[in-house]
């Protein structure tokens, strides 16, 4: 990660003071052009007094969780090992029973790379609609417009329709739905359901395309953040993105 002097990628909002600022009461302190300016979060508790802290992005604070996991996923599926089996359809390749502990822990790993891949995006559409939106948000339900405050709309609103319709309209761009970025998105979103919602089908099913632990095997665990990253990047046309998305940005698995 680029060190830009402003401290951990993950903070919320990052920038620098344009020009020196005095003290604001006798004693206080200055600051100098170019210092570091932070989104804080604050708060008095009756025991523990008043504390405060610089503010991550729950999307940087997602990302950084999935990738440590697929880093650590992509180590254990290198150890696993495949031997010859014979099939009722003819010869066939299997997991074997010394390796099972491995591939197990493998995929609790990339559960884990799953759902916070897509709780990153999650999180994104949630803080970009509460912060951008001018007003109440419009949805058609049924052939009937329905309001909702941003807050309403946070809360009620399914993640595709805050991907696909609203976020895009709050921006004034094109909707990612049929695009590339979706096709990810959709994929990563199979995955999240089957991982948060497992039915029997993603257990048993000999489909490729229905079980979730087959897919998790074959498919390359920063694939999944990858595919979130290029969802968030496309509310950033015309429009610069914050620091944490360009920092995130340089990650071999989103720079390829």
Not at 16 to 38: I, M, N, R
Not at 145 to 171: D, G, H, Q
Request: glycine content about 6%; hydrophobic content about 40%.
């Amino acid at each position: 990660m680029v060190n830009d002097g402003l401290g951990d990628w993950r903070i919320a909002l990052a920038t620098t003071l344009a020009e020196d600022v005095p003290p604001a009461f006798p004693g206080g302190p200055s600051h100098k052009k170019g210092t570091g300016v932070y989104l804080s979060t604050g708060y008095e508790h009756p025991e523990h007094g008043k504390l405060s802290f610089i503010t991550p992005h729950p999307s940087a604070l997602a990302f950084n969780i999935a990738f440590k996991y697929s880093k650590e996923a992509k180590k254990l599926r290198s150890r696993l090992t495949k031997i010859a089996v014979v099939a009722p359809g003819g010869s066939a390749q299997a997991i074997p029973m010394t390796d099972i502990p491995f591939l197990y822990d493998y995929f609790e790993l990339v559960m884990i790379v799953v759902t916070f891949s897509f709780q990153a995006i999650e999180a994104f559409l949630n803080n970009e609609i509460v912060h951008n939106a001018k007003g109440d948000i419009r949805v058609n339900r049924r052939n009937k417009w329905i309001t909702y405050t941003p807050l309403e709309a946070e809360r009620k609103l399914s993640t595709e329709e805050k991907a696909a319709v609203v976020l895009p309209e709050i921006l004034g761009i094109s909707t990612p739905k049929g695009k590339i970025p979706w096709e990810g998105f959709k994929t990563l979103k199979t995955a999240r359901d089957s991982t948060i919602h497992i039915k029997n089908k993603d257990i048993h099913q000999l489909s490729e395309s229905e079980n979730l632990f087959f897919n998790l095997l074959i498919d390359d665990p920063e694939l999944y953040l990858k595919y979130a990253y290029q969802l968030i990047e496309w509310f950033f046309k015309g429009r610069k993105p914050p620091r944490w998305v360009e920092l995130l940005a340089l990650w071999p698995c989103n720079s390829e």
